[in-house]
Each structure stands twice: as structure tokens, then as C-alpha cells.
């Protein structure tokens, strides 16, 4: 890191730990938006199946 | 020859934290001073075309470059910059609950699209936020640095303290926590945090990796050198997923449910609608006689009243002791004042101390006045009565932070009155119509003065005599 960007002390904990509850939060915000992905794909089939009955 | 008002210059007290530049002001105009040290992302944030898509959103307040002439230290200058005026600066203690959680959100949006074009915030403090009117805006226009792949978020440990920790312990408390903020202005930290909040917050996945884990890594690597650690790669999924993960921490934190005597001020007034109508229109007549620019509404509870200057298009700061009656005027959104309505909270028995370092970091309510009006609305027997200050007393003050004042007198025999004296003596002589008006010609001639019709209170216009109107 350059001098000037770090003026203010971050933390060596808070440096450690980032990555970690990162890392998780990332994985938690992937699988949430696929679940999301999936349930749209899987409401628009219905959907289409509802219409194709009227 | 007279010092003209344009040469004095002084460097703001409360930037100096940053080498990469600091504020300083030339007469009534702010400017902010790029140093050559900051030259590189000042002139990245510039050409990556973030800045203008911050303005554009109304994110972050626009500036322009002016000479380098007017440099404060020309030899350190790499440009210098003449930022939009911010009307009233007003502090993350004074504000709401409302306030606080969206200025949290702001920072992290920006956040979001400084990382989208290679940039990042290299800090997070609260005091980056202002107001104009209900539009919280980004200010800091040095924040912004190089994003270095991999790097972690610098800002992240300010963040918590700043925003997440105060929401959190308000959340789980009382919202009358926010303004002892003025003891810590550099927030909460995060293990009093930890010891404020309660054992079943360990249980929210936001706090208890953000706060609580965070405290305990803290702790761990209190003595390890930031140069000696292992090289820690964040990558860029895991700094967006912290940022969504702070983001949703954020959102869940909400105003907990209280009852405050003011709360519902106005559907609980003595006076008939008549007398009320009346009020507004004699305050409204009144302010046009003053023509000011700038009005504080002193106990202002839910903003009834600073609508009608805001309204006119005159900025107006409410300020209310009471933290549910300031959220509800800052969650009413109304479109004709909602760039002209600042609400904030504020014990007018204790307002805002000078603070920080040598009592110059953040400005008191008083050196950030004088206010060319102040309304004193159904205030005085609160401060008189409820505070047994000597009528003298409140003319003085409020001779010293405004110019010209409209200040309503409630007798006795009003029951908002008899409310107050109902549970203690009546120690208080002095506290009739010419007690009060003998008070306040000592530091005010009367302009104008009414009776509100339909009732026994009297309205009066004063302008004060100090000379600095």
C-alpha cells in the first residue's frame, strides 16, 4: 500500500478478519442470488404452463 | 486601510488528518487543497469519470477548480477546489436515527461505485456526511484512492465504529443513545460495543461477525505489526461481499418503538384550530418582515412550523430535544421543503460543545450561527419553568445566536403551563407578560407584537441589539 492511501490505521485485526467474513458474506450473496435466479426461472415456467392451459 | 472580510484566511481547524489535502476558507468561501501527495488519485477519481457519475446521482457534493493562486501553502498545492456551499454543517450527534442509518447507506453506495471503477473510499468516518436539507451527500472529495487488487477495505474498522455499532446498540436500545456520540466522536469502539450490546444480538450473522468476531480479532492481533503480517489478498468478491454483507446488516437496523412526550405534540395541542391557523399566519407575517436567509426553529418538534419558511424557500435548521419527534420530520419527505428542511436533535439547556482537538474539530451551535432568525415557539416556559432559567438568561442566549427572533410568551393561565407548574412550587414571579418583555428589551427592541387570536398567548418579533444585525 502507498503511504498517503493508508493515513488512517485500519486495524491489524480488522485487516485479518475482512477476508475471512468476506469470503463467507460473498459465498452467502452468490447462492442467495442463484436461489432468486431459480425461483424466477422456475415461477416463469408456471406461469407459461398457466397460460398455455387458458 | 480596513482588512477586507475576503482576506481573512483560515486553515479549518478539523482537516488535518488527511496528507492528501485539507479545507480552508477565504472569507465566507471554502476551498479545499490538493497536495502533490494526493495528486495521483485526485486526478484518477477526476478522469475515471466516478466523480461525475457520483454528482450526477446526487451522491456527492460538485465542485469546481478554481486558481492555484489561492492556494493556502502553494508549494504543497496540486490544485485547488471550490466545493458547492453546504448551508448548515451538522454532526452525526445531532442526528436521527433515520439520518444515521442513511448516511450509513450513502457510504457504502459510494463505496459500491468507486470499487466499479477501480477506485476505493481509504476511510468511512461519519463526518465525511452532511445534510442538505433531507439529502444526506458524500463530502469528502479525498477519500477516494487507487483500488490495489487485493487490498483490504481501509476503511472497514471506521465504518463499524462510525455507523454500524451506533445503530446496532440503538436498535437494541433507545434512539436517545445517538448524541452521546459527542463523547466518542471517533464512534463507538468496537469492544464497548461488544460490552453495550445485548447477548441475543451474537445471534444476527451481520453483528456478530462484523462486530463481535471483528472485536475479537482485534484483540488478538492488538500487538502484531500490520508489516510483519502475512500478505492478506482480499479478493474482489470477498470486499463485495462485505459491502453487501455491512449493506443488509444496515438495512435490518430500525428505530425501536418508543413513546416520547413530544412524539405527538400536535395532536395533543390546548388550542383551538382557529387559534392554530392564527399562529401560523402571524409567524408567517412576521417572517416576512424579517427576510432571512437562514432561520433555526428552537424546539421544533415534528418541523409544523419551519415548513412555513422552508416553504418559501428559506433554508431552515428544526432543532428538537426529543428523537422520535426529529425522525418523523426527517422521514416526511415532502417535496416543497425537502431541500430546505434540516432536522436535528439538540437540548437547547445543553447545545453542541466546541469539540475535538484544542475544542476547534467540531463547531459549537453557537459558532455556527448567528442564525438570521430564530423561532422560539411555545419554548420559553419549558426553558423558564422546566429548567428554572431566569427569563434574562434566555434573552441573552438567544441574543447571541440569532438576529432577529420570534419568540411566543405562554401565561400562566394557560394549562401547557399548569401542566409544568402542576408537580412543584411556583417559584416563578418573574414569569408574566411584562416580567418577560423586560427581559427581553434588554438584548432585543420589539418590532411587532400580537395576540395569537383565540387564545391568551402573544407573539412577538424582536431584533437584537448586539449590532450584528
Known sequence: ?54 | MPRKNSDIVLAHPGSFRDPAGFIYSRGETIYRQINKSGSKDYDLFMSSGLYDELVAKKLLIPHREVQLALSLHPKTAHKVIQPSTIPFISYPYEWSFSQLKDAALLTLEVQKLALASGMTLKDASAFNIQFIGKQPVFIDTLSFAAYEAGSPWQGYKQFCEHFLAPLAIATTSTPNILPSLKTMIDGIPLELATKLLPAKTRLQWGLTTHLFLHNSAQKRHKDTETERLKPRVVSMFALKGLISSLERTILKSHMPKIKTEWGKYYTNTNYSTAAFKAKKQLVEKFIGKAKPKMVWDMGGNTGEFSQIPAGKGIYTVCFDIDPLAVEQNYLNKDKSTVNKLLPLVQDLTNPSPNLGWAHHERQSLKRRGPADLCLALALVHHLAIGNNLPLEMIAEYFSTICKHLIIEFIPKEDSKVKILLKSRPDIFPEFTRSGFEKAMRQYFSVVSSEQIKGSKRTLYLLKAKNGKS
Open chain 1, 1 to 54: 500500500l502507498s503511504h498517503y492511501f493508508a493515513y488512517l490505521d485500519p486495524g491489524t485485526g480488522s485487516i485479518v478478519i475482512q477476508a475471512l467474513i468476506g469470503v463467507t458474506a460473498g459465498v452467502a450473496l452468490f447462492g442467495r442470488k442463484t436461489i432468486g435466479l431459480l425461483v424466477t426461472k422456475f415461477r416463469s415456467l408456471f406461469s407459461k404452463s398457466d397460460a398455455k392451459k387458458k
